[in-house]
């Protein structure tokens, strides 16, 4: 069973950085991926960044966020720079079975429904 574990959000003023970790357990297969959202209030889920296992692929949505990953650690980040109040939101990271297609169009277009483990979230609050 794939368990996520995401933390690192906080308070930031607008500029600030955070940097987010997921924390993945008890993934098996290869070609996975794995992909942080966010939801803010009365909003609906957006996916910002994803990043595939076999290559390394990635794909920000945002030019201010970057996605990397540690496999030693098996922890996935998320980079965030120059921080906006409009980027608050509980930010998520997910898992996806089975991704073959790591091109950057694929990476950038997976749905919600591509994801079937979810963390728990973790706050971030972009405020002065």
């Known amino acids: 069973q794939v368990q996520l574990v995401e933390s690192g959000g906080g308070l930031v003023q607008p500029g600030g950085s955070l940097r987010l970790s997921c924390a993945a357990s008890g993934i098996t297969a290869d070609y996975y991926a794995i992909g942080w959202f966010r939801q803010a209030p009365g909003k609906e889920y957006e996916m910002v960044s994803s990043?595939?296992?076999?290559?390394g692929s990635t794909c920000n949505m945002e030019d201010r966020f970057t996605i990397s990953r540690d496999n030693a650690k098996n922890t996935v980040y998320l980079q965030m720079t120059s921080l906006k109040p409009e980027d608050t939101a509980l930010y998520y990271c997910?898992?996806?079975?089975?991704?073959?297609?790591?091109?950057?169009?694929?990476?950038?277009?997976?749905?919600?429904?591509?994801?079937?483990?979810w963390g728990q979230g973790t706050q971030v609050t972009v405020s002065s």
């Open positions: 997910a898992h996806a079975r089975d991704v073959f297609d790591t091109t950057w169009q694929a990476m950038c277009h997976m749905s919600l429904n591509d994801f079937h483990s």
């Open positions: 990043i595939s296992s076999s290559d």
